[in-house]
């Protein structure tokens, strides 16, 4: 016979909760697509921000420089 935690005896036909411990259910494929979708949205944020700190970065070494041209060059549109 099995015995349960406190030491007596489980019931029959009822396994004892030491020999099957709790398990974690298995993570959906619904639930799965939304972690995928919200690591590749925080790449490309990540991306994005990244980028405009560069930018940001690149204009404030050209001030510092005490350039006179600093500015995005602007083409004329035809």
């Known amino acids: 016979?099995?015995?349960?935690q406190s030491g007596g005896?489980?019931?029959p036909g009822k396994p004892s909760?030491?020999?099957h411990p709790h398990?974690?259910?298995p993570v959906s494929s619904a639930m799965l697509a939304?972690?995928?979708v919200a690591v590749?949205?925080?790449?490309v944020l990540g991306y994005l921000f990244l980028s405009k700190l560069i930018d940001i970065s690149r204009q404030e070494d050209c001030m510092l420089a005490h350039n006179k041209n600093c500015a995005?060059?602007?083409l004329p549109n035809r």
């Open 40 to 43: 590749a949205a925080a790449l």
């Open 17 to 19: 909760s030491r020999s």
């Open 23 to 25: 398990e974690a259910p």
């Open 9 to 11: 005896t489980a019931p």
């Open 34 to 36: 939304i972690i995928l």
């Open 1 to 4: 016979m099995s015995t349960n």
């Open 72 to 74: 995005a060059i602007q």
